[in-house]
């Protein structure tokens, strides 16, 4: 096993016994292996976006234990973790760190949240998280970190490169860390989206990172494809 792998399991053993440490804890009343758990805790069943999990039911994910006069929820066996049960992990040439060790709790909700794909927050509050430089900060490959404006709206890959409030050239939506990054993994170094992930690729479909660049740059001048006619007539000649 190399020394990568042999971290990573690792990592994955510490992410499962923590979880379980945390999820282990004496409910105050007993219970029964079908009781009812949304009739207190109905707060992790509503919301803008829910679990899928959860509308299957409490059981989906966790059980009840009972150990002499004392009663345990945790979580149900899982080879790695319980998400990877449903959600199957991908091996990518690149991984984000977090999804590669199981620590999907680190951005989601694994009941509810208020914005998509159930993430704890906006996509630039989770990822500047780790990745906001600050005079603490440690460099290092595996957590690499950017320098910001004071209002975090622009400074990455450039001093004006804006990576919020402005508007995405491609998806016509706010610009974000995920305008140019993959969450969870890649076919490229520092997670950078590659051509065929870019929508309507008009260019090509290399994954070279000059594409991505380009295709953003050349949408939001104007450039990004030439008229029907005259490629129709290019064509003809």
Known sequence: MTLRARLRSILIAGVVLSAGAVCAEQHPVPLEANSPCLDCHSDHASGGQVHAAVKQGCTSCHRVENRSDATYVVLKPAKTIV??????????AYSHLPYASGMCMRCHNPHTAENPHLLRAKVNAICLECHLRRPESMPSKHMPTIALVSDNSMGHPYERHPVSKFRDALTGEEMSCLSCHMAH??????L?????????DALNQNTETNDM??????????FDRLPTKKKNKAKAN
């Open 185 to 190: 993994g890649g076919g490229q170094a520092n």
């Open 83 to 92: 998400c990877f049960d449903c959600h199957e992990p991908k091996t990518y």
């Open 213 to 222: 660049c380009r295709k953003c740059h050349m949408r939001m001048w104007g």
């Open 192 to 200: 950078l989206r590659m051509g065929a992930e870019i929508p309507e």
